[in-house]
């Protein structure tokens, strides 16, 4: 047994001189140069030195200038924006006032989203959700089957914004839908934290009065992975509530190297120019199409979805990897592709990208795909409710939970979104879709060996 196998594994994976198409924002440290930080950077809280629980000096002028609007205050995560989303939510519920009310979610909440309702120990709404016609994903909320009965109980609404995917919506009317009935507006802008960098990409809720906003800079900007960022919005009486959650959950000794991260991609975001970046979008593009790949563009120019007539998205992500191109996440029919924010004086191998893109090969037209169909959405809303958490659990196997609760959450990752929630009815569609989505080649959080955790 080798003494270091993360460390050899590392080696072998960069021995091949691989390209990266998926987070982190700094794509091996390609964009906006996070090797000027030296590993001897890695402090503490020494004499001369700041205490993130409770800045003073350097540490609280540097969160300063995280703000993107005069109206909100921002803080480090360095736990990612997990710790952002489960602070916001116990925060919130910590207080009497809102015992036994429940919160409401999208579909496609992240399972952060979900642990920390379940830890609340709060029952959940789960919102109508529209899906996309591009890439058949939960996108946005469909106001118009929203139960208003259910919503005078409501005092938080948990958004996702954007998507996964880089889609978007009209978030100021859904936040404005929101404040019109006095509830909380907690947004997961996670693959959010380049928005607003240049006019040509989307506006981040923060411009639109969003309560609590988070975002992860690690994935789009230069930092290190687990480094993000919350936004609180000055006025919120829960303010302070969710700053005191963050010190807890969070680490006693956050690392300096995070925060410098972090504070580096402030920067980088503040001073990008956009110009070598959509010069070279169009390129890679071109390129794409020109092997006979469909290219979907999303709301977000730094996402890119592509398909091939032959391929699932599954075989597709093989066919890059085999070239040592890495992408961001498959599925039955599409592979994501996260670009670099590319700019002048970048070390991305871009030339080297384009070359093994035009040297793959494609199956011709005869070949017979295994493409299936993608996992099919429950758009209706729904409801988590916390009493099951107390009933007794079995592992079934998956062919036989027809009529069952599931016990956990059920979640394809990537993305990280539950396709079956914690409490819901399993039924056959949602059987033979698994199944084969696991056939296919995905990757299934809580699916053991073929058999899942249900409720008794």
Known sequence: MNNKPILAHMKNHFNRQPISLHVPGHHYNTIGRLDKLDYCYDVTEIEGMDDYHHPETIIKDSEYQLSRHESYISKFLVGGTTSGIVSSILGIFNHRQLAGYPIAVMRNAHKSIINAIQV???????????????????????LLK??????????????????????????????????????????????????????????????????VV??????????????????????????????????????????YLLMLGLEHAQYFYKTYEDKVFFYQRAQLIEKLKEKNLDVSVV??????????????????????CEHGI??????EKFVLLVLPLWHNGDRYPF??????????????????SSNGDLLLKNTEHGFIDIEYAHQDTIWRSLRHCEGYRAAEPIV?????????????????????????????????????????????
Do not use: W
């Not at 609340?120 to 469909?142: F, M, Q, R």
């Open 351 to 368: 030339d080297d990208l384009l070359k093994r893109v035009d040297s793959i090969q494609l199956p011709h037209s005869e070949f017979v």
């Open 146 to 211: 929203i139960d208003e009965t259910i919503l005078k109980n409501i005092h938080v609404a948990v958004l996702t914004y954007p998507n996964y995917y880089g889609e978007t919506y009209n978030i100021e009317e859904i936040i404005n839908f929101f404040r019109e009935r006095n509830i909380i507006t907690i947004i997961d802008e996670a693959h959010g934290a380049h928005f607003d960098i240049t006019p040509q990409f989307p506006e981040s809720s923060l411009q639109f009065g969003a309560d």
């Open 299 to 320: 709301d977000d120019p730094l996402k890119l979805v592509i398909s091939s007539e032959n391929d699932t998205g599954f075989q597709l992500s093989k066919r890059l």
């Open 412 to 456: 394809p990752y990537p993305p990280g979104i539950p396709y079956v929630l914690q409490g819901e009815v399993i039924t056959d569609v949602i059987i033979t879709s698994l199944m084969q989505y696991i056939e296919d080649g995905g990757k299934i959080h809580g699916v053991y060996n073929h058999a899942i955790r249900v409720y008794e």
């Open 326 to 331: 890495y992408t961001e996440l498959s599925n």
């Open 120 to 142: 609340a120990s709060v029952n959940a709404y789960i919102l109508p959700t529209k899906v996309s016609n591009i890439t058949h994903e939960y996108s946005s909320i469909d």
């Open 214 to 255: 988070i975002q992860s800079y690690h994935k789009t900007l230069p930092a290190f992975t687990m480094s993000s960022v919350i936004h609180i919005k000055e006025d919120n009486k829960y303010k302070d509530a969710i700053l005191r959650m963050l010190s807890i959950l969070q680490s006693s000794s956050p690392s």
